[in-house]
């Protein structure tokens, strides 16, 4: 039974480039949630508006692809287990990853009112299921593992892997020209926002240029668990070839084709991460497969040069923990009012610090990386020990 766990592993036994790259993604997703201001940081560290790829648009697809890739080490004996036993296993995993997403939409929501003033446990209590927000980054997580992993086990093949991909951004992309045959992916008129308003309803998603609308609704599903399959044919190649170049060369040229379906595809659908959209899913997919072409073989030409990347690593192997802590510990930091001013105590720290040094572009992208930094003796501390937060 899969189940929320802290244990020792013996690090030899893990795959050093996939915990890498791992770390890559969630460093990056750290950096960006850390942004203080982000009309004061360079645009490549905040998502694109609707269309368009930035650095920050980048990390969390990212990371979709590595739990699919991480997949077939960590799941491979499960996925043969009967359908009641897997999908057990399945539910107990994702559900415990929905749930501390939920929990930290609530404390995001609790927390400012409790902090500046005071609890209220019957206004609270009266007021927040009528306004939190359900679904999140770790919701999205949970929900395209399920569908993923579900579909993994259907297929039993590589091939049909890569065709129930297929078959997913087909769908994703067919539900929007249907939905909206004039006008597909407007903001306001699309059938990611118009299921939304069903499930979970306007008062429970986010608001995105002034419209009831949640970049990780339910409809993207779909194309993020196509990321994931991608991810998944990746973690095949990493664990089932032996030789580096060999790899190498698998990886690169899938890499490739599916940059250029993705820029095939752009030309019908948009690029844009709050719809996921396919041609969005096929370059991330396609960028990370080459990523992982270019650290495996840097780290088979040179391996001494692992040890510029041992922080990555060290994040890598608790991507979900640290995610989870920064999270809370900005939502704290952002919560709290500072002393004889009236800014985030965030904000407050970042201007009595490095606050302009450099420009402010550079001072605000430098203090979202010196959070991240602040995580890494723990990151290290837990690399070193073997201790690894499993759920």
Same mark, same amino acid.
């Given at each position: 039974?899969?189940?929320?766990?802290?244990?020792?592993?013996?690090?030899?036994?893990?795959?050093?480039?996939?915990?890498?790259?791992?770390?890559?993604?969630?460093?990056?997703?750290?950096?960006?949630?850390?942004?203080?201001?982000?009309?004061?940081?360079?645009?490549?560290?905040?998502?694109?508006?609707?269309?368009?790829?930035?650095?920050?648009?980048?990390?969390?697809?990212?990371?979709?692809?590595?739990? =699919?890739?991480?997949?077939?080490?960590?799941?491979?004996?499960?996925?043969?287990?009967?359908?009641?036993?897997?999908?057990?296993?399945?539910?107990?995993?994702?559900?415990?990853?929905?749930?501390?997403?939920?929990?930290?939409?609530?404390?995001?929501?609790?927390?400012?009112?409790?902090?500046?003033?005071?609890?209220?446990?019957?206004?609270?209590?009266?007021?927040?299921?009528?306004?939190?927000?359900?679904?999140?980054?770790?919701?999205?997580?949970?929900?395209?593992?399920?569908? =993923?992993?579900?579909?993994?086990?259907?297929?039993?093949?590589?091939?049909?892997?890569?065709?129930?991909?297929?078959?997913?951004?087909?769908?994703?992309?067919?539900?929007?020209?249907?939905?909206?045959?004039?006008?597909?992916?407007?903001?306001?008129?699309?059938?990611?926002?118009?299921?939304?308003?069903?499930?979970?309803?306007?008062?429970?998603?986010?608001?995105?240029?002034?419209?009831?609308?949640?970049?990780?609704?339910?409809?993207?599903?779909?194309?993020?668990?196509?990321?994931?399959?991608?991810?998944?044919?990746?973690?095949?190649?990493?664990?089932?070839?032996?030789?580096?170049?060999?790899?190498?060369?698998?990886?690169?040229?899938? =890499?490739?084709?599916?940059?250029?379906?993705?820029?095939?595809?752009?030309?019908?659908?948009?690029?844009?991460?709050?719809?996921?959209?396919?041609?969005?899913?096929?370059?991330?997919?396609?960028?990370?497969?080459?990523?992982?072409?270019?650290?495996?073989?840097?780290?088979?030409?040179?391996?001494?040069?692992?040890?510029?990347?041992?922080?990555?690593?060290?994040?890598?192997?608790?991507?979900?923990?640290?995610?989870?802590?920064?999270?809370?510990?900005?939502?704290?930091?952002?919560?709290?009012?500072?002393?004889?001013?009236?800014?985030?105590?965030?904000?407050?720290?970042?201007?009595?610090?490095?606050?302009?040094?450099?420009?402010?572009?550079?001072?605000?992208?430098?203090?979202?990386?010196?959070?991240?930094?602040?995580?890494?003796?723990?990151?290290?501390?837990?690399?070193?020990?073997?201790?690894?937060?499993?759920?």
């Amino acid at each position: 039974m899969a189940s929320f766990s802290v244990y020792h592993t013996n690090a030899p036994k893990r795959n050093f480039v996939l915990d890498v790259f791992r770390g890559l993604a969630v460093v990056l997703m750290i950096v960006v949630e850390a942004v203080p201001d982000f009309q004061s940081v360079y645009p490549t560290l905040t998502h694109a508006p609707w269309e368009g790829i930035n650095a920050a648009d980048m990390a969390f697809p990212g990371f979709v692809f590595a739990m =699919g890739a991480s997949a077939v080490f960590s799941w491979s004996g499960r996925i043969r287990n009967p359908w009641p036993e897997f999908l057990w296993a399945l539910l107990v995993r994702t559900g415990g990853l929905f749930l501390i997403g939920l929990l930290l939409n609530i404390v995001s929501n609790v927390l400012p009112i409790i902090l500046r003033q005071g609890f209220d446990s019957a206004a609270l209590f009266r007021d927040l299921p009528g306004q939190v927000r359900v679904f999140g980054v770790l919701q999205r997580l949970a929900l395209t593992y399920a569908l =993923g992993m579900v579909l993994a086990k259907m297929a039993k093949t590589e091939s049909r892997v890569f065709v129930f991909a297929a078959l997913l951004l087909l769908i994703s992309s067919a539900g929007y020209h249907t939905y909206a045959p004039a006008s597909p992916f407007d903001k306001a008129e699309n059938i990611s926002r118009a299921v939304d308003l069903i499930v979970p309803g306007a008062a429970h998603v986010s608001q995105y240029y002034g419209l009831p609308f949640d970049p990780e609704g339910l409809y993207g599903t779909m194309s993020s668990a196509a990321s994931m399959l991608f991810g998944l044919l990746a973690g095949h190649v990493l664990k089932e070839h032996s030789g580096e170049w060999e790899k190498g060369m698998l990886l690169a040229f899938g =890499g490739a084709a599916l940059i250029g379906a993705g820029w095939f595809w752009s030309d019908y659908d948009i690029v844009g991460k709050p719809l996921w959209t396919s041609p969005y899913a096929l370059m991330n997919a396609g960028g990370d497969m080459l990523l992982l072409t270019v650290l495996g073989l840097l780290f088979f030409i040179a391996p001494f040069i692992g040890f510029l990347f041992r922080p990555f690593c060290a994040f890598g192997r608790n991507p979900l923990f640290f995610f989870v802590a920064t999270n809370l510990g900005l939502n704290v930091l952002w919560s709290l009012t500072a002393p004889a001013a009236d800014v985030p105590l965030y904000v407050w720290i970042w201007s009595r610090t490095v606050m302009g040094m450099g420009g402010m572009e550079f001072s605000a992208a430098l203090y979202a990386v010196l959070w991240c930094a602040l995580w890494w003796p723990l990151a290290e501390w837990m690399y070193r020990r073997g201790i690894v937060v499993k759920l």
